[in-house]
């Protein structure tokens, strides 16, 4: 499968994004996804996960209520909705997918593959 991120780019301080992650080449609503980021000079973090039901998501605590994740199986895309940005929120955000299909829970540990391009976010102060 062949994942590509857009929809970053320079917001202010409290404003709003939405990323959208769009698959191709390879079975999407079977499997959880996932959005992670990376920071200048910091290892790659988990921001949120969708499980492939949609009815199960994971959150990191830095982006709980302010991010939320959803998926559109009809256009084999992911989203993360991000609102209140903080400058600390600015990073290269990547999707990423569960390599097992059917997994109920989606969390932090789940071993997510098939990384797609990233998309900058930059928030300014």
């Known amino acids: 499968v062949q994942l590509q991120a857009s929809g970053g780019g320079l917001v202010q301080a409290g404003g709003s994004l939405r990323l959208s992650c769009a698959a191709s080449?390879?079975?999407?609503?079977?499997?959880?996804m996932g959005w992670f980021r990376q920071a200048p000079g910091k290892e790659r973090e988990f921001v949120a996960g969708?499980?492939?039901?949609?009815?199960?998501?994971a959150y990191a605590d830095s982006v709980k209520g302010r991010f939320t994740i959803s998926r559109d199986d009809v256009g084999n895309t992911v989203y993360l909705q991000m609102n209140n940005l903080k400058p600390e929120d600015t990073a290269v955000y990547y999707c990423?997918?569960?390599?097992?299909?059917?997994?109920?829970?989606?969390?932090?540990?789940?071993?997510?593959?098939?990384w797609g391009q990233g998309t900058q976010v930059t928030v300014s102060s």
């Open positions: 990423a997918r569960d390599p097992k299909a059917y997994r109920w829970i989606i969390k932090a540990e789940t071993p997510f593959t098939s």
């Open positions: 969708i499980s492939w039901s949609g009815v199960n998501s």
């Open positions: 080449g390879g079975s999407f609503s079977t499997y959880g």
